[in-house]
């Protein structure tokens, strides 16, 4: 579907490399965008080239014309005002500006946090009236009882994928009030939705962008539409499409509400992917009509620069675009009640805003969570040491990165379909899990020569890492291990697909589950399934039943993890202490052990092994009678001087 922005004429173009946009006026005023009141309703837009600028009246969202068009008047820092006496309440807008002659076409600025079906018009409204019932008294679950990063777990879930498969027993199909229904089954009688994802036990549900994106065409439900949503339109405001209503423009903010009040009923906190990084359209954005080049950075011959590979990428650095960035976030926080925010090729943006974001969001909530990509999709003209990528991690003010080394030495490279990892049997990428399991983190035992990607430590305590083998991105691990594997046998790679969540779940850093893993989700094959349907995208809740052992596997590792201290250290330091790994472990294989008296843990020591090749392996136990704690076959038991391990196998041992 080509979307509807783009359908639409526009005048203004990439900027030319002599404009000096360091220059422009900066607004420091707080009041950008509606503020609306009973008596009177105030307006301000940020557009400092511009000779004139207008305000357009509708009665109705779906109106052609407006009814009345107002000029605003020209005011401080770049700025265009105007104030509109009377209630003014259910009335919708937009705005044009005059420049180099041309008025831009009409658009909501950039800070509406309420709009129409496709975004192209703002409402004026109330956001105290979208307040469900008890909103005032909702409260974030505690998750960690030191406030303490590492405690998290978290989930990533696309919100339609969610409940849009007729096994999900969901009423409200797709939408933000389907993760809102509480104790919903399957047709083979498993919780499905909010009630699985209580009973799994993680603590963070990490939902895939429902910002107002451009791909889903709002107006038309009935078409078959898919879409992740890494494509904003209006950063401030709920996505449509997962409202019962598009067209209302305060339904989709009252039934987001619902949806994260009944996650934090269930002691379940709530993570936003935000997309700061680009906008779905480039020259028609609601940025570049009012701005016309500021929001992007150009490259030398004035075109738009493009590190996302989306066709743009956006100027953080410049202060108007920090400030934008900051208020936003900020403004999510409190209105929504988020407890963490994951951003999008985060190695996009400058450090300075990333830490401006980070400081300000803790003076809100001092646990929040926050992560983010730290890599570019392409080449950045902004230098790599201001930027916020993987290897600047130790200048960010705690937000984590994704580690791709664990990622790919765990189940094989994402670029390439045929490569194993270790749990898959490539016994060479043994180092880059080791790097993984110590989170990243500077440790006496690692080769750095031999980690795929990183060579040094990138990350100076657990809390900076994402401790992850699977996102929305790429294959599922499910389908990689059969790509990868085409002769294993589907026991075999199910054996790999547990020991691959127990290596991830034991590890050291902030552990990361993509949606579905628990029970094998496949896309069938599909690497890049960003648009693909339900078809593909859908969670098949029969699966669970039918995959049901990996479902309580990866349920009986996260419980073990929430118990057990040891594998959430926190410092650096205590990783480099309490962690020892066997030097004399077989080929294929990795053994450590944890020291829990170290870290105030019940268990005295813990040893875990993992074998990744597919023969057994015999491996030596320190001195000790050694009780299993879990075993991927159940087994339990205790060991003295050996234990052996089957093929993709892995065990938890403790001391008392």
Known sequence: ??????????????????????????????????????????????????????????????????YQTIPLQKSAGGTWHVRLNGDNKGIWYNFQVSIDGHWSHAVPDPYAKAVGAN???????????????????????????????????????????????????????????????EDTKSPEDLPTGLAHLKDLGVTHIHLLPFFDYNSVDEGRPDLPQYNWGYDPLNYNAPEGSYSTDPSNGIARIKELKQMIAAFHRNGLRVIMDVVYNHTGVTEASNFNQLAPGYYYRQQQNGAFSNATGCGNETASERPMMRKFMLESVMYWCREYHLDGFRFDLMGVHDITTMNDIADALRTIKPDILLYGEGWTAGECPLPDSLRALKKNVRKLHNIAVFGDDFRDGIKGSVFDIHDKGFASGKAEATESVRFGIAAACPHPQIAYDKVNYSKAPFAWSPDEVITYCECHDNNTLWDKLALSCPDASEETRKQMHKLALAILLTSQGIPFLHAGTEFGRTKHGVENSYNTGDSINALDWHRMSQYQDIT??????????????????????????????????????????????AMQDSWKKIWVAFNGSDMEKNLSLPPGTWNTALSMDGSKGSHTKNTILPPHAAVILYLK
């Open 1 to 66: 579907m080509i979307p509807l922005l783009m359908l639409l004429p526009f005048f203004l173009i990439a900027a030319p490399t002599q404009i000096r946009y360091d220059q422009y006026p900066v607004y420091k005023g707080k009041d950008l965008g509606l503020h609306y009141t009973a008596p009177f309703s105030t307006f301000r837009i940020w557009s400092p080239t511009a000779a004139a600028a207008r305000i357009n009246l509708y009665h109705h969202a779906n109106d052609i014309s407006p």
């Open 119 to 181: 975004g192209q018009k703002a409402l004026i409204f109330d956001l105290k009236a979208t307040d469900p019932p008890g909103w005032a008294q909702d409260k974030s679950p505690s998750f960690s009882k030191n406030h303490r990063l590492t405690d998290a777990i978290i989930y990533e879930l696309h919100i339609r994928d969610a409940s849009i498969h007729p096994s999900s027993g969901i009423r409200n199909k797709g939408k933000f009030l389907g993760l809102a229904e």
């Open 552 to 597: 309580t596997y990866v349920k009986d590792l996260i419980r073990l993890r929430k118990q057990h201290p040891a594998f959430r250290m926190y410092t650096g330091s205590q990783i480099a202490q309490n962690i020892r790994f066997d030097s004399q472990a077989p080929a294929g294989a990795i053994a450590y052990t944890l020291d829990g008296a």
